[in-house]
């Protein structure tokens, strides 16, 4: 893992993303979490993250991911059910 970098969250569930953003924070991971996927889609490619993190099911999610590596092509993306 890095030891630093960038990572926007869109969580499931406000809880899950915010607490999956205070553990990267102990790292020196600069987070930020979004509560829909059009708030997150606002700020690419302007202010790219090193991480993209979706988590929760969602409709669409290949078309979602592909989008995303295209609005952001250095973030990496992942994304958990």
């Known amino acids: ?14 809880v899950a993303g915010w607490r999956l953003a205070a553990v990267l924070r102990q790292f020196q991971w600069e987070t930020r979490v979004f509560a829909s996927v059009n708030e997150l889609q606002e700020h690419l490619p302007d202010d790219a ?3 993209l993190a979706l988590q929760g099911p969602c409709a669409g999610i290949a078309d979602l991911v592909g989008h995303l590596r295209h609005a952001a092509p250095g973030a990496r993306v992942v994304w958990q059910d």
């Open 1 to 14: 893992m890095w030891e630093r970098g960038s990572v926007f969250i869109m969580p499931s569930e406000d």
């Open 49 to 51: 993250p090193d991480l």
